[in-house]
C-alpha cells in the first residue's frame, strides 16, 4: 500500500461504511497523515470523520472545555508528539502535561511514543547520563508504558518500535522537514497509518483468533511422510532447521497469550502427529493444537471444519502456509481468511510477520492462557455430545455449574475483553473498556451479572455478561452477550432466570431488551422471542414479571456473595 | 537524459501523482496553472521525482523552485 493509493482511497466517499470520529493532534504538519489515516480508514471499511487540529494545538485544545476538539467527541483522539521538537525543549514537563491530559480529558487517547534521536552529544556515554536526550527520551517511553498500563482508554502507538524495524533514515527525511514540518516520511505514512488501525480495530473488536497452520515446509523443513522423521529439517544444528525452531517458539508464544493454534495440513494423520509426538526438536506439542485436521482434501474445506468447531468469524482467523498455489486457494474460498504471502525464504518468515502486527489487541486477561485447552475441551464435548441421542440427557450429563458474580476488580479486565470478543451472541454490540466497566460496577443505576461456566470437562471461565439499566419499574437490558463457546448448553435460560429473580426481588415490573443488528449477530436475531419476550417493534422487547415461570435448565446455581 | 526527455517524464509522475489523466507540462507551467499543484501535493512530486531519478533535491531547492523549467533544470545538475 503505497500513500498515493491511501490519497485516492481517501476521496471516496463511504456512505454505507460505519463511521468513526477520529481527532488528529500534533505538533508538526499532520496533513498527510490525515490523508493516511483517511485512506487507510476506506481500507479497512470505516468512514473516517476527521477533525485536525490547526497546528501545534495540541494544550488549548485539550484544556480548553470549548474547544473544537471537545465539541467533536471523538471515539479517537490521536497525539503525535515529535521527538524533533523536543530537542530544544525540556523533556521533564512532558510528562506531567501527558498525565493532566489524562485526567481532564474521557475519551480513548492514541498517543505517539516518541522515537529515539541519538543527538551525539555525549555519544555512547549518553548511556551513562540520566540528563543525556538519549536517557530521557527512553525513559519517557518508558514512563508512557507505565501510564498505558493504568489507563486503558490509552494506547500508544508505538512509533519507536516502527522506527526501530525501518530505520530512521526510512522515517524522516531532513530537506522535506525543513521545506513543510512534515516529520513523518511519505513512505512510511502508510505503515503507520496501518499501526493505529490495528489499535481501532481491535478496540472494535476486529482481531484475530486463530493461527491455521500447514505442516511440511512450514512448521519444519522437508515433507514428513517421503523424506521420514529424523531427515526433517528441525533444530538447532546446521542450516535452516533452526529457523523452523524459532518459527515454532513465536506460535508457542502467541498461544500463550491466547492465540489458538490450529493444524491443517496435507498429510496421513498418523504421520503428521507421529512428528509432534516422537521429534525431539519439536517446540509445538499436540497439547498446543486445538483442532488438529491432516486428510487429503481441500484446505478451503477444512478450514471452514475448524472454523465450524471452534465457532469463530472466519475474519479472525490467520493462515499460514509455505505453498502459493494452497494459499491462493484458501483466498479465493474464503476471502474474510487473512492469508500472509510469506517470502520464499523461511528464514524472512518471522520478520516479514513481525512487520506485518497480525496480532494486536486492547486487552489481557488470565483467561487467554487458558484458552486453548478451554477449545481442547470443546472438542472433547463434541464427540461426547455425538454418543447421545437426547439432547436432555447430554446436558443432565454435563454436570454444569454456573458462578454468578457482579463485577469485581478481578473480572473487569476479562469482562471488558468479552464485550470486545463476542461478536455472534451480541445483542446490542456495545464495547466496554476496562474503564467503562469499572464506571458500571459503581454506578447505582446499573445492576450487573457475570456467568462463569464449568462442567465434568473443565472450566470454561467468565463466558457471559449482562448489563442492567433501572429505569423506575422497568430495568432494561443495556448489555446482554456471551462467548459461543457456550452456545446450545442453556446458558440464556439460566441467564434469564438470574435477571427475573433479581426484577422480582426488586419489584420491577419488566424487562425490556433491545435487538441491533450487525453484521455478525443474526444468530440471536429470534434471541428474546424465543426467550418468550413480546416484541415493541423496531427491535425492541418486553417481558412482565408478574407471569414469569422459571425456565428450565441444567445448570446448578452457585451465588457469590 | 535531455530536457526534453525529463519534461516527458515529469508529465507521466505528475499525472500518477496528482491523478489527472491529461496534464500537458511546459517550461513555464506554475503551481498556479494545475489545481491540484498545492503544497501537499508538491512533497508528493518531489518524493515521486528523487525515487524515478534516484537523486536528492536540497530543502532550498525543493522551496525555491517557480516553475518547470527550474525543476528540469535541479533534475538536469544531478544526473
Known amino acids: 500500500m503505497t500513500f498515493n493509493q491511501l490519497k485516492k482511497l481517501s476521496k471516496q466517499s463511504g456512505n454505507d461504511l460505519p463511521v468513526i470520529r477520529v481527532a488528529l493532534l500534533g505538533d508538526t504538519a499532520t496533513q498527510l497523515l490525515a490523508t493516511a489515516i483517511k485512506g487507510m480508514g476506506q481500507y479497512r471499511n470505516f468512514n473516517i470523520e476527521l477533525f485536525e487540529a490547526d497546528f501545534n494545538q495540541i494544550e488549548m485544545q485539550f484544556f480548553n472545555k470549548d474547544s473544537e476538539l471537545h465539541k467533536f467527541n471523538a471515539d479517537f483522539t490521536i497525539v503525535f508528539q515529535s521527538t524533533h521538537k523536543l530537542l530544544g525543549k525540556k523533556t521533564k514537563d512532558r510528562l506531567p502535561l501527558i498525565k493532566e491530559i489524562l485526567n481532564s480529558f474521557k475519551g480513548k487517547i492514541i498517543y505517539f511514543n516518541y522515537a529515539e534521536i541519538d543527538d551525539s552529544v555525549f555519544g555512547s556515554f549518553a548511556n551513562k547520563l540520566e540528563m543525556s536526550f538519549v536517557y530521557q527520551i527512553r525513559k519517557m517511553n518508558f514512563d508512557l508504558m507505565n501510564l498505558a498500563i493504568q489507563n486503558s482508554d490509552f494506547h500508544i502507538l508505538d512509533i519507536a518500535s516502527i522506527q526501530n524495524k525501518y530505520g530512521r533514515n526510512f522515517m524522516f527525511s531532513p530537506a522535506i522537514y525543513a521545506s513543510t514540518e512534515m516529520i513523518l516520511s511519505i513512505d512510511c505514512l502508510p505503515i503507520v497509518a496501518n499501526r493505529i488501525f490495528d489499535i481501532i480495530c481491535a478496540s472494535k473488536g476486529n482481531f484475530k483468533k486463530c493461527v491455521v497452520l500447514d505442516l511440511d515446509n512450514t512448521l519444519w523443513g522437508g515433507i514428513a511422510g517421503d523424506d521420514g522423521l529424523e ?47 516422537k521429534h525431539p526438536e519439536m517446540v509445538l506439542k499436540l497439547d498446543d493444537i486445538s483442532v488438529f485436521i491432516a486428510n487429503w482434501e481441500n484446505k478451503a474445506d477444512n478450514i471452514r471444519k475448524i472454523q465450524s468447531v471452534l465457532n469463530i468469524g472466519f475474519d479472525s482467523i490467520v493462515f499460514m502456509d509455505d505453498n502459493p498455489a494452497e494459499r491462493e486457494i484458501v483466498r479465493q474460498n474464503l476471502s474474510a481468511v487473512c492469508v500472509p504471502e510469506l517470502p520464499k525464504d523461511p528464514a524472512e518468515w518471522l520478520e516479514f510477520l513481525y512487520g506485518e502486527n497480525l496480532f494486536e489487541t486492547v486487552s489481557f486477561s488470565q483467561e ?18 455425538q454418543s447421545f441421542t437426547n439432547e436432555t440427557d447430554f446436558l443432565k450429563s454435563l454436570e454444569m455449574e454456573c458462578e454468578v458474580e457482579d463485577f469485581t476488580k478481578f473480572n473487569i479486565p476479562r469482562i471488558a475483553q468479552l464485550s470486545q470478543r463476542s461478536n455472534q451472541f451480541n445483542l446490542r454490540t456495545v464495547r466496554y473498556s476496562e474503564a467503562d466497566i469499572q464506571n458500571l460496577s459503581n454506578n447505582e443505576n446499573y445492576k450487573n451479572f457475570a456467568f462463569s461456566l464449568k462442567d465434568k470437562f473443565g472450566d470454561n471461565g467468565l463466558i457471559a455478561v449482562v448489563i442492567l439499566e433501572k429505569r423506575s419499574k422497568e430495568l432494561f437490558i443495556e448489555s446482554w452477550f456471551m462467548s459461543c463457546r457456550v452456545l446450545k448448553r442453556g446458558m440464556e435460560s439460566f441467564t434469564l432466570n438470574t435477571i427475573a429473580k433479581y426484577a422480582k426481588e426488586n419489584s420491577f415490573e419488566k424487562i425490556t431488551g433491545e435487538y441491533l443488528p450487525t453484521a455478525k449477530n443474526k444468530l440471536v436475531e429470534n434471541h428474546y422471542k424465543d426467550l418468550g419476550f413480546v416484541s415493541l417493534g423496531a427491535g425492541k422487547f418486553e417481558l412482565k414479571i408478574c407471569n414469569y415461570a422459571e425456565r428450565e435448565c441444567f445448570i446448578l446455581s452457585k451465588e457469590i456473595e | ?51 524515478y531519478f534516484d537523486i536528492k533535491f536540497t530543502s532550498e531547492e525543493i522551496l525555491e523552485w517557480q516553475n518547470i523549467g527550474d525543476m528540469i533544470k535541479s533534475i538536469e545538475e544531478k544526473l
Open chain 1, 231 to 277: 531427515n526433517l529439517k528441525l533444530g538447532h544444528g546446521l542450516g535452516i532447521g533452526k529457523i523452523f525452531v524459532e518459527f515454532q517458539e513465536w506460535l508457542k508464544k502467541l498461544k500463550e497469550r491466547g492465540i489458538i493454534l490450529a493444524v491443517c495440513s496435507k498429510n496421513e494423520e498418523s504421520t503428521a502427529k507421529e512428528v509432534f509426538e
Open chain 1, 368 to 385: 487467554d492462557k487458558e484458552r486453548t485447552k478451554q477449545y481442547r475441551e470443546q472438542v472433547e464435548r463434541t464427540t461426547f455430545e
Open chain 2, 1 to 51: 537524459m535531455t530536457a526534453t526527455e525529463i519534461l516527458t517524464q515529469l508529465q507521466k509522475i505528475f499525472c500518477d501523482v496528482l491523478d489527472i489523466a491529461d496534464i500537458v507540462l511546459e517550461q513555464t507551467t506554475t503551481s498556479a496553472d494545475i489545481e491540484e499543484w498545492d503544497s501537499l501535493s508538491h512533497i508528493q512530486l518531489v518524493v515521486a521525482i528523487e525515487k
